[in-house]
C-alpha cells in the first residue's frame, strides 16, 4: 500500500507474467480500468486444479457461503518405521489414540516429546445436506513440515512447508450419503534441504550437542498446529480478492482485483460500507479477473493510534449475487522516504518486540487466549508493533493485529539459512522459500497491519560456534540467492518494502538489498558480555557504520536483549539478572535514540519460550523475554513500560492491563 508520492517505478512496469502469472498471462489487461497513481494493484493468478499451493480466502460466512471447523479431538498414531502408507493406514487408522486439533504433539505425549518423523490423524465428517450441488473446499491452516492427505482412502494431495495454509477442491471426492474418514500424514523430520535446515554435516564439523539439534533457537514444533476447515461455495465463486489503498488528499482509494472460478464472465459489485452509507462500485469480470477502484471522500485512515476498518464485500452477478465475500480493511500508505519510514505520509518508529507463537502444552498450536493476552501485554507496555520471528504468525493474529492497530513485520520461516553448504542443498532451500514468499504474500497481502516484509533472519556465511574458516564464495552465493528472493517478493507485492534480518557483523552485500536495513545485535551480552559502557560504544560505532555502508536508508534494529532468570535479582547487576536485562535494554534504547536514522527498535524478545536441550539453554528455554512464559512481567517490562508508555511502576509484581 504505497504512497501515492513515492510509488516505485517496477510497481507501474508490471508484466502481463507478472499480472497475471504464467498461467493467465493471455488474459486481456482492457477489462480493467486504468490504475490511479500509485496504488497499483497486481491482478491475482489463475488457479489450477487440484495445486495444492492455491489458497483460498480465509473461510467467512455470508450468504452465498457456509464453514464447518473441523478441529476438536482427532485419532493419531507415530510411525517412526514409516510403515504408515505401505499398510495402508490411510483405510483405517488402528491402534490409535487422541489429540486435540490444532496442538502440537511434542508436548502431549511423552513418547513424542522429541518426535519429528511421521504421525497419522484421522476423523470423520458428515455433508450437510444443504451443500448438494455446491463445491467443497477443505483448508488446513498449517501442517508442519509435510503433509499428504487422503479422503475414504484416496490420496488428494501433498503439501511441503509449515506456518502456511493449503487447500483442495473435494467436490465430487466428499460423500454426501454417509460418513467421510480424513487421514493426514504429518512429518518434521529436520533434513538439510528444508525452510529452516539443520547444519549439514559434509561441509562443517558439527558445532554443538544441542538437542534437538537445529540451526536455529526454538524448538521445533509438530503437527497441525492450525484449524481445518471444510466450506462450500457456489460453482462460479470468488476465489481471491487483492486490495491496495492509496489516498489523494482526504479521498481514499481502494484498488481491488478480484479472481472468479473458472474463468467465469459477468458482472460484479464493491461495497465498501462507511458511516455515511454504502459506497458502491461496479466492475466488470472478464475470463475470470477485474480490477476496479472505490473512492472513499474522507477517510478514516488506519494507524496505530487509530486502527480504523472498513468492510469491503465483493459480490458476483446481478441484483441476486451468484457468491459474496466480505473482508476488513483499513486504508493506509507505507513508503520508504530516505532514512524515514511514512505511515500515512508521516515518520513513524517501531517500537515493540520479536516474539514467538509458544506456550505451554499445546506449543505452537493456535491459542486464541494468549493471542489476545499478547496483544493486551502490548498495549499495556505501550509498543506498536512486532515482528513475525521466525515464521508467518497465524491468521487469527494477523486479523486481531489489524483490529489492535499493531504494525507487523511478516517474516517467511528462513531462519539461520547457511551459505557454506553444498550447492544443491542451497538451491533447494531457494525453491522453497520462493514457494514461501507466494503463500506468504497471498495470504496476508489484504492486512494493513502488514508493513514490511522480512525475508529471513540471520542468514549465515557458516554455521554458529564453529572453528571453521568462512568459505570464499558464501558471501557471493548468498549474495545471488537474496538478490533471486528479493526480486521475487517485489514482483508479488510492489507496494510494501522488502528487507532482511542480519545477524550482528552480518554481511553488508545481503541486508543492503533491503529497502530497511534490518540488523540483529547482543552487545552486552554475547559480545563485549557484561560490560555495559563498552558495549554502548560498541554499539553506536556498529549502528553508525552499518548505516554508512548501507548507503542511508532507515534501520530497524530488530533484535537486542539479555536473558534473565524470574526473581534473579544484584546490585551491581550482573549478566542473568533481572537489573542487567533491564539495564542493557535501556542502555540500547538510550544509544539508539540518539541516531536519527534509526527508525525502529525491538528488544528481543517479548516472552520467554521453548528451545532445544542445550548448556547454554537454562530448562530448555531462551530467557531474553520481558515477560516469563507464562506471562509475568519482569523489570524490563515495567521498565519498558514506563519508558514507551509513560507509566511509572509502583508495584514489580503486577500486571494491570491499561
Known amino acids: 500500500m504505497a504512497e501515492t508520492t513515492a510509488t516505485p517505478a517496477r510497481a507501474i512496469d508490471l508484466t502481463r507474467r507478472q499480472m497475471f502469472g504464467a498461467a493467465g498471462a493471455a488474459v486481456a489487461l482492457a477489462s480493467a480500468p486504468a490504475a490511479s497513481a500509485g496504488a497499483v494493484t497486481p491482478a491475482i493468478p489463475a488457479s489450477k486444479p487440484g495445486d495444492p499451493r492455491f489458497t483460498p480466502l480465509y473461510p467467512r460466512e455470508s450468504a452465498t457461503r457456509s464453514v464447518r471447523d473441523l478441529s476438536g479431538l482427532w485419532r493419531f498414531r507415530l510411525d517412526p518405521k514409516d510403515i504408515g502408507e505401505s499398510q495402508r493406514w490411510f483405510d483405517g487408522l488402528r491402534e490409535a489414540r487422541r489429540i486435540p486439533v490444532p496442538c502440537s504433539w511434542n508436548d502431549l505425549f511423552d513418547d513424542a516429546a522429541n518426535y519429528f518423523g511421521a504421525a497419522w490423524y484421522e476423523t470423520e465428517f458428515q455433508l450437510d445436506p444443504a451443500w448438494h450441488g455446491r463445491r467443497v473446499h477443505l483448508r488446513f491452516g498449517s501442517a508442519v513440515y509435510r503433509a499428504k492427505v487422503w479422503l475414504n482412502g484416496v490420496a488428494i494431495g501433498e503439501h511441503l512447508g509449515g506456518h502456511l495454509p493449503f487447500a483442495f477442491d473435494v467436490t465430487g471426492q466428499a460423500r454426501a450419503d454417509g460418513p467421510n474418514r480424513l487421514t493426514v500424514m504429518v512429518e518434521n523430520k529436520l533434513r538439510l534441504d528444508r525452510v529452516p535446515a539443520i547444519p549439514d554435516p559434509d561441509t562443517t564439523h558439527l558445532y554443538q550437542e544441542d538437542f534437538p539439534q537445529t540451526s536455529y533457537d526454538f524448538f521445533p514444533y509438530s503437527g497441525l498446529h492450525r484449524p481445518v476447515w471444510l466450506h462450500s461455495t457456489p460453482d462460479n465463486h470468488i476465489e481471491d480478492v487483492r486490495v491496495t489503498t492509496s489516498r489523494t488528499g482526504t479521498t481514499g482509494l481502494v484498488e481491488v482485483a478480484v479472481r472468479a472460478s473458472g474463468g467465469w464472465s459477468g458482472p460484479a459489485t464493491l461495497e465498501i460500507a462507511t458511516d455515511g452509507g454504502p459506497i458502491r462500485q461496479p466492475l466488470v469480470i472478464r475470463d475470470g479477473a477485474g480490477t476496479a477502484t472505490v473512492r472513499v471522500p474522507a477517510a478514516r ?92 504468525y497465524s491468521e487469527e493474529a494477523m486479523m486481531l493485529a489489524d483490529e489492535y492497530g499493531f504494525l507487523v513485520i511478516g517474516e517467511t520461516p528462513a531462519v539461520s539459512l547457511t551459505f557454506s553448504d553444498r550447492a544443491e542443498i542451497i538451491e533447494a532451500r531457494r525453491v522453497q522459500l520462493r514457494a514461501d514468499i507466494e503463500d506468504l504474500i497471498s495470504r496476508d497481502k489484504n492486512h494493513p497491519c502488514v508493513i514490511l516484509w522480512s525475508m529471513a533472519n540471520e542468514s549465515l556465511t557458516k554455521p554458529f560456534h564453529t572453528a571453521d574458516p568462512v568459505p570464499a564464495d558464501s558471501v557471493a552465493k548468498g549474495t545471488r540467492f537474496f538478490a533471486d528472493i528479493f526480486g521475487h517478493a517485489r514482483s508479488l507485492d510492489p507496494s510494501r518494502p522488502v528487507a532482511m534480518v542480519s545477524v550482528q557483523g552480518g554481511p553488508v552485500e545481503w541486508v543492503s538489498q533491503g529497502d530497511v536495513i534490518c540488523a540483529n545485535s547482543y552487545n552486552g551480552w554475547y559480545a563485549v558480555s557484561g560490560r555495559l559502557e563498552d558495549a554502548a560504544a560498541t554499539l553506536r560505532t556498529e549502528i553508525t557504520t552499518l548505516h554508512q555502508k548501507c548507503g542511508a536508508k532507515p534501520i530497524i534494529v530488530t533484535e537486542f536483549g539479555a536473558d534473565a532468570m524470574a526473581g534473579v535479582h544484584g546490585e551491581p547487576s550482573q549478566m542473568w539478572s533481572e537489573d542487567y536485562q533491564s539495564d542493557l535494554i535501556a542502555m540500547y534504547l538510550d544509544v539508539l535514540g540518539s541516531l536519527p536514522f ?34 509475568q512481567p519482569k523489570r524490563a517490562a515495567h521498565m519498558l513500560r514506563e519508558t514507551w508508555a509513560g507509566v511509572k511502576a509502583t508495584d514489580w509484581h503486577r500486571v494491570q492491563p491499561a
Open 598 to 631: 534509526v527508525v525502529g527498535t525491538h528488544p528481543w524478545c517479548f516472552a520467554d519460550f521453548r528451545t532445544a536441550q542445550s548448556i547454554m539453554r537454562v530448562g530448555s528455554l531462551n530467557l531474553k523475554g520481558v515477560f516469563t512464559r507464562d506471562r
Open 301 to 392: 485512515l488506519w494507524s496505530p493510534e487509530h486502527p480504523n476498518l472498513y468492510t469491503l464485500t465483493v459480490r458476483l452477478g446481478d441484483a441476486t449475487p451468484i457468491d459474496e465475500y466480505a473482508l476488513k480493511i483499513g486504508i493506509r500508505t507505507i513508503a520508504v522516504q530516505g532514512d524515514r519510514v511514512l505511515l500515512n505520509g508521516e515518520p513513524v518508529h517501531l517500537r515493540g518486540f520479536g516474539k514467538h507463537e509458544d506456550f505451554f502444552l499445546h506449543g505452537r498450536g493456535l491459542d486464541l487466549p494468549v493471542i489476545i493476552r499478547d496483544f493486551e501485554l502490548l498495549k499495556w507496555i505501550g509498543a506498536n508493533s512486532f515482528r513475525t520471528s521466525h515464521y508467518p
